[in-house]
């Protein structure tokens, strides 16, 4: 049973950084498709890093140049670096594993397991 357990969520203000950290329990991250969602009050939950298979990442337009996904497979992390947040940063985010080998996009519907969670929000 695969579990997923995000921290580092809190309050910022606008320009600040946070860094969130997801710890994957019983599993391997090799081969494996793997990102971070957010989803803001009253909007769909928007893919917004993806680091696939080959370690090849994708930013939405939104967060590019300001996040940066990463991974340790000996620790089993897996980490966004969130730099020059914005008071639209704001959300709960969530980190995701598709649970199989195969290539995978940006949508909620090609990753099976998710994290319960963490909440950031940014002041202006």
């Known amino acids: 049973h695969v579990q997923l357990v995000e921290s580092g969520g809190g309050s910022v203000q606008a320009g600040g950084s946070l860094r969130l950290s997801c710890q994957v329990s019983?599993?391997?991250?090799?081969?494996?498709?793997m990102g971070w969602f957010r989803q803001a009050l009253g909007k769909e939950r928007e893919g917004i890093a993806i680091?696939?298979?080959?370690?090849?990442?994708r930013y939405a337009d939104s967060v590019k140049g300001r996040f940066t996904i990463s991974r340790d497979n000996a620790q089993n992390t897996l980490s966004l670096q969130m730099n020059s947040l914005k008071p639209e940063d704001t959300a709960m985010y969530y980190c995701?594993?598709?649970?199989?080998?195969?290539?995978?996009?940006?949508?909620?519907?090609?990753?099976?397991?998710w994290g319960q969670g963490t909440q950031v929000t940014v002041s202006s």
């Open positions: 995701t594993v598709r649970l199989s080998y195969t290539d995978c996009g940006r949508e909620a519907r090609d990753f099976q397991a």
């Open positions: 019983e599993y391997t991250f090799n081969n494996r498709c």
């Open positions: 680091l696939d298979r080959r370690s090849s990442t």
